[in-house]
């Protein structure tokens, strides 16, 4: 057993977020797909996140991503947050509808 002055406490924060992106003039999964696919490849390049489509898998016009996010700071995770729902509203192919963010 280690004594408990040796024990290293380390603090892990986990930031969850899901987007609801909705497209417009989208004639199938395919071309859907297309850009989904597109900004996840974006969004891992340019920050430091894991990030799945995780709903509406089968609808033509809309998609839900679920974006995690671990740090040792909760400011650096909202931040984090706040710069790829900035960098998602600059993308033109679709618009933002309900985002949810949590920090366990």
Known sequence: MVPASEIIRV????????????????NSLKEKRSIVKSLIGRLKSRFNISISEVDHQDEKTSAVLGIAVVSNDSRFINQQFDSILDFMRGDGRFYLGAVERETF
Not at 11 to 26: E, K, N, P, S, Y
């Open 11 to 26: 603090i892990m924060i986990v930031g969850v977020l899901t987007a609801q992106l909705h497209m417009q003039g989208i």
